[in-house]
């Protein structure tokens, strides 16, 4: 499902972000990505979904080989990730419902079954009600739901999230927390990046522990292991 063998991440300006990085992450398993800031937490994942290249070595997510992936195809390889963010990325003009319909639209699903799909999407996160909703009248979990609404709206085989929980309180964490899990249960790809001790020692999924761009830790049913 995803792979990297031997990955080399170094930014242009000489940056080095990842260095030899080789895992292997199968299919409808959930994996926590934890370590200090500027570990290569973000760059691991953006690799994943084609946001940046790596310098040297092998990716290869839902089939597709990143490095070698031609540009007209990214669209194909983004349609098989759904991609959540600490900062939502939400449309500010868009209602809840058009930001989630936005990327049907891009790939042209036709209108009724983007309309479909769409009411699916926010009744599976809860938030059908707040459909005709703008983000800014909506709470931080709330606009989190409704950009895991659009992650998941075509039925995407990965889910990737950086830091999904980072600017939420620890209520609103653990009800994101919980959609993730149950995004999972339906036999979805869970990687997810975060600083959320609580919620790592307590779900005790698999653990990839990045440190200076290595991996340091790699463990079955594992723990946070920072003090931070
Ligand atoms: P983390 O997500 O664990 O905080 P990142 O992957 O964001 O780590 O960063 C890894 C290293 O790469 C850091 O030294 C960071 O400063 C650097 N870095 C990240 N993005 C860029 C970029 N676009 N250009 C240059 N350096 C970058």
Redo the contacts with the bound molecule.
Sequence with gaps: MIEMQDVWKE?P?G?P?LNGVSVQIGKSEFVYVV?P???????FIKLMYREERPTRGHIFVNGFNIERLKHRKIPLLRRSIGVVFQDFKLLPNLTAAENVAFAQEVIGVPVRQTRRRVREALEWVGLADKADVLPSHLSGGEQQRIAIARALVNNPQVIIADEPTGNLDPESSWGIMKLFQRINDRGTTVVM?THNREIVNTMRKRVIA?ERGQIVRDEAKGTYGYED
Aim: aromatic content about 8%.
């Design positions: 930014y300006n940056t972000a370590g800031s500027g570990a290569g937490k973000s760059t990046a990045i």
